[in-house]
């Protein structure tokens, strides 16, 4: 239905598409009330957030708490092996499950851009939904907004976290220690491929998936293993693992040394990141991380990560030495060394 002015007997009625977003869904009127029983509330709805205030009400855990938040831009909404929706929820849920925490609530802001098709919104929500509940985390709170066509590249995610801290269990990038084992626990390189593939249209022989999960679980089956021994633990997105362990290692004051045949690339991504000149090692990851483990738990935390669904290709890539101190010193498959520095910029925009 195109929008127009349908004469009556009083003021003119513009007519609404009902299938693609109005800058109307925004009013906080009908329209807006429409949307929120139409596309939000059949996929989000619990007891939670049923009330519809202001903000949610909950009952915290007599505990530490983690906070976090983030905002998603990534580009396309919908990619192989996800979307924004999911991306969302997992990204949240693994930056509290980086610092030691237990997810328990999120909140969801959703931006849109006028003229954004309903069906791929409802995609986008139903996606987001079943992520939440997969991880058991409920969605406490949201809000939406729209903007003019042209101005909100379709639709913006911010999400926002509440996890209740494990006591005594917080690891932290300071407390990496020369003798440490970096583990990651799964193929690198496969989100911000997947994106790029399906941004620019390229195709190879085999189709590059994004690897977006959530990995609370995984971090409780690890804790319970081996506790103390975890000295540290990142979610290397942005930046990639490279960018990630540059950071550690300036915060401690440590050196650390990276076996580049030990690294996990699959060939796919190996073959696309050689045909566009990227290097993996900066190539943006949402299911996997990297733990930096005391050498003498170092074998039985692998064991329990490959024993679990989001750790099953787990393996050992290097150690934290004491060695020049704040560098990532890469050993080259034919033997020699180069430096894995921070990159000025980013190779790779809009992946999360």
Known sequence: MT???????G??????????????????GTMSAALLERCFLPHLANDTLAPLGDA???QAPAAELAFSTDTFVVHPLEFPGGDIGCLAVHGTVNDLAMMGATPKYLSVGFVLEEGLEMALLERIVASLARAARECGVPIATGDTKVVERGRGDGLYLNTAGIGAMTPGFAPRATLARAGDTIIVSGPLGRHGMAIMAAREGLRFEAEIESDTAPLHALVAALHDAVGQAIHVMRDPTRGGVASALNEIAAAAGVGMVLEERAFPIPEPVEAACEMLGLDPLYVANEGVLVALIAADAAGQALEVMRAHPAGAEAVAIGRVVDDHPGLVVLETRIGGRRVVDMLPGDQLPRIC
């Open 3 to 9: 929008a127009g002015l349908q004469q009556g007997p």
């Open 56 to 58: 949610a009400v909950f």
């Open 11 to 28: 003021c003119p009625v513009p007519q609404v598409d009902l299938e693609r977003v109005q800058l109307g869904h925004g009013s906080g």
